[in-house]
């Protein structure tokens, strides 16, 4: 017949037990130990919602745009990054592209043909955008969207096709993707949700064949990929991050950071309007978008931050409801 252990040391191992419980669940609260997971080629920013800081609103904007927008905390400052961008006197159009002569193209995958994973916002940053380019203006008629299962490598590469035969003088077009980018042989692809790829070298060669102002924004890993041959005095290219940076997603805004920053706190919510007119240009945007993706991501291991990427056409003091052609 086995002994029974004492009262008092029963009682010790159990209060032991649960102080050890508490205790880890408490450090996974805190974000110490984050539960999330990295999706495919996409990782996820790990902040707790508790270390944002909350943004002062910009005053309304003079032309009211009616969008369901999804960002609605603030922002970290990190002060490594000095003060955020504050107004800057850029250049505005000569001529502008009236309603019937703006094209987009806009391409986003969340849900990808298995073994590849998913992002957490492909598809809902294109989502968002195509709401925000209806709100200002742009004809449905003029907009094509390719997201998750209609964003094959054939369907992307013929609206690619179909948007540089729309660029012609007086025009403006604008192409956004969103998703996982493939980085293989010294060239970047965009990566398709069939898993087919369309490189940086058939993107750029598409594209170029148009002479209307362009945009070419692209939200994924190494972005910056694209930029070798695009960005000109007619087209300005935008990216999430440099060719050697991995590009995050926020759950908590279910958008990726880039779009998040850019198209909807930035432009949507006028957060980015620096001079503080009540008109938020794509140059304040993209320059806050800029500075503040840098400080979301910061401290992000084991990747490090991303740092956005913006050149050619230096005629940005335009906006969504007025850009230029």
Known sequence: M???APRWLVEAVAWAAALVLLTSVGIVVSGVI???????????????????TQQQPAPPQRRVVKVATKANTG??????LGPPPGPFNDPRPTRFAAAPDRYALLVGVTHYVKPTHDTYAGAQDVQFIRSLLLASGWPSENIRMLADGQASGAAVRAGLQWLASKSTPGTFTLFHFSGHVRQE??????????NSYVPDTFVADTLNQGSGKLWVDIAGCEAAGFMEDLPSARTLVSTS????????????WDESVWSGLVWDLGLA??????????ITTVGESLRWGTYYAQAITLHQQPHGRQTPQVAGDPV??????????
């Open 2 to 4: 086995s002994k029974r």
């Open 34 to 52: 984050s539960t999330k997971t990295v999706y495919g080629e996409t990782p996820v920013v790990e902040i707790p919602l508790t270390h944002l």
């Open 75 to 80: 922002v970290p400052v990190e002060a490594s």
């Open 185 to 194: 042989g010294g060239h970047e692809k965009l990566w398709a949700q069939d």
């Open 241 to 252: 991050s440099k060719s050697t940076q991995k590009s995050y997603e926020f759950p908590q």
């Open 269 to 278: 919510q006028g957060q980015a309007d620096a001079n503080r007119n009540g």
């Open 316 to 325: 940005r003091g335009w906006t969504l409801d007025n850009p230029p052609a």
